[in-house]
């Protein structure tokens, strides 16, 4: 894939998924969460696969400074080079698919690492480092998460959900592993 999606999670939080949101999205999309920045908090439904448009959810403050900063992002993340997006969504896609497979543990563990170290090119993170098992139940994996540690030690993570097939990128473990949670949190906050 050639295609950079780093600027995405530069201070923020995204989950890749392909549940229907409401009644307007039932396709491939990204939830952006910003961390650590004058919106913090705010939530952007971004669909990848249609030409929705973004939706914009618990803003706070400079509402139209923010919504076409991020406009802008956006459209330089995935309307550059439309081949590179569509192949992108392919391979999402496929990834996401991939957790309906039967698979031995072994089997599974590998194909998780092989999914992260594919999204990792495409969101320019640094050398692999680790990958750990989040959650098991039964002998079944549920959720994974890979480990991307740059040179100053920093780390990015790659979450995968299994059952609810999704996968959360960012640097902060606690929001990735408390997403529904923060979501839930700022409900109040729809704009």
Do not use: C
């Not at 995405?8 to 910003?34: E, P």
């Not at 991020?70 to 496929?94: C, G, M, P, W, Y």
């Not at 959720?143 to 979450?159: A, L, P, R, V």
Request: aromatic share 12%; hydrophobic share 35%; glycine share 4%.
């Amino acid at each position: 894939m050639a295609i950079d999606l780093s600027p995405l999670i530069s201070g923020q939080t995204i989950r890749i998924d392909n549940h229907r949101y409401d009644t307007k999205f039932d396709g491939l999309h990204v939830h952006k969460i910003m961390n650590n920045n004058y919106y913090n908090g705010a939530e952007i439904l971004i669909p990848i696969d249609t030409d929705y448009r973004l939706t914009f959810r618990k803003l706070k403050g400079k509402k139209k400074l923010i919504k076409e900063k991020i406009q802008s992002e956006i459209n330089n993340a995935f309307k550059k080079d439309e081949k590179a997006t569509h192949k992108f969504v392919k391979e999402i896609l496929s990834g996401i698919e991939m957790y309906s497979f039967d698979m031995t543990k072994q089997e599974r563990i590998l194909s998780l690492i092989r999914f992260a170290k594919s999204l990792a090119t495409v969101f320019k993170l640094p050398k692999y480092l680790d990958s750990f098992v989040r959650k098991e139940i039964d002998g079944k994996i549920k959720s994974y998460i890979s480990e991307f540690k740059d040179e100053y030690g920093k780390s990015t993570y790659i979450f995968q959900d299994i059952d609810n097939k999704e996968i959360i990128i960012g640097k902060n473990l606690n929001i990735i592993e408390n997403w529904d949670d923060i979501i839930n949190k700022f409900e109040s906050y729809k704009s």
